[in-house]
């Protein structure tokens, strides 16, 4: 689950959704930003676009 919103930054605009190319991300009933699929590439595009600075992406931890 690499997507952390912040929910009181959220306003449920939906920008994260139209914007991820793998279309993965989905608003839950409470109108904030969910990963519903795993095949996230971590581009942080849905970060950067994110007009509230609501949604963070947490990079998986790599192993040299
Ligand atoms: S980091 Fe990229 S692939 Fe992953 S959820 Fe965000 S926009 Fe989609
Ligand atoms: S783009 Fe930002 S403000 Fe809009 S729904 Fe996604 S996390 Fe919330």
């Given at each position: 689950m690499p997507l952390i919103v912040d929910t009181d930054l959220c306003?449920?605009?939906g920008e994260c959704v139209e914007s991820c190319p793998m279309d993965i991300i989905r608003l839950n009933d409470e109108g904030f930003p969910y990963?519903?699929?795993?095949?996230?590439?971590?581009?942080?595009v849905c970060e950067e676009d994110c007009p509230e600075i609501a949604l963070v992406i947490e990079l998986p931890f790599l192993v040299r």
């Open positions: 306003t449920s605009c990963q519903k699929y795993d095949e996230c590439w971590y581009c942080g």
